[in-house]
């Protein structure tokens, strides 16, 4: 089983490298809600996009699984603590090098953190 386990954070890595690639490369975008949601809680887009860019494999809540407009599509969900809020994070790629932050704001109920 601890192969199994080592194997599930390489991955979740892995799709980590090629969002700080694109991040690098100012490759993603953001629904336009959260962007107003971004505000609300104080944070920048380009702060938004550090933190993204921070994210590790003990960040990671679920994926990856199909978004819901985009079938062939897959998401991943990362939660994030910032000072007494947890972020809920979820990312796809709508194009293979291009990632869109589907949701950036407050979690709305306690996530769970498998590789923690």
Not at 35 to 45: A, D, H, M, N, V
Not at 47 to 54: G, L, P, R
């Amino acid at each position: 089983m601890r192969g199994g386990i080592l194997d599930a954070t390489k991955l979740v890595e892995l799709y980590l490298d090629h969002v700080r690639k694109c991040i690098t490369q100012r490759r993603y975008t953001m629904e336009s809600e959260d962007k107003r949601r971004l505000t609300e809680l104080g944070i920048s887009f380009r702060d938004a996009a550090h933190i993204i860019y921070s994210l590790t494999y003990q960040n990671y809540v679920s994926g990856p699984s199909q978004d819901h407009l985009y079938h062939e599509q897959s998401v991943y969900v990362f939660g994030y603590r910032l000072d007494d809020i947890e972020l809920y994070i979820k990312l796809t790629f709508r194009q293979l090098d291009n990632l869109f932050i589907l949701s950036f704001h407050e979690a709305q109920y306690p996530m769970q953190y498998p590789f923690r």
